[in-house]
Nanobody
């Protein structure tokens, strides 16, 4: 079982940028497909971005395409979410998650595919 810890959240003005990081506890981190989700107050947790084992494949929610970039550094057991041109509607708690893929090309966008979750980090975007 992998443990995940997010960092990098905070308060930023609309149009600004933030970089979220997620560090995994296990040396087998590179074998997990990784994802970022977010949950705004009173709303369901929703998919933001995902990346496969080696970082060669990514997928994004429509609402963040062109503004957010997911990447991973496997030797450092880290996955990063670079967020730019932030909007007030991006305000949420952001969660890092890990899934067990069947092959190196697989990634996931559904919450139920991810058995491992971090505690979350708050991102607040002011208008």
């Amino acid at each position: 079982q992998v443990q995940l810890a997010e960092s990098g959240g905070g308060l930023v003005q609309a149009g600004g940028s933030l970089r979220l990081s997620c560090v995994g506890s296990r040396e087998t981190f590179s074998r997990y497909a990784m994802g970022w989700f977010r949950q705004a107050p009173g709303k369901e947790r929703r998919f933001v971005a995902a990346v496969n084992w080696g970082g060669s494949l990514t997928e994004y929610a429509e609402s963040v395409k062109g503004r957010f970039t997911i990447s991973r550094d496997n030797p450092k057991n880290t996955v990063t979410l670079q967020m730019s041109n932030l909007k007030p509607e991006d305000t949420a708690v952001y969660y890092c998650a890990a899934a067990d893929p069947d092959n190196t090309l697989q990634l996931f966008t559904a919450i139920y595919d991810y058995p491992y979750w971090g505690q979350g980090t708050q991102v607040t975007v002011s208008s």
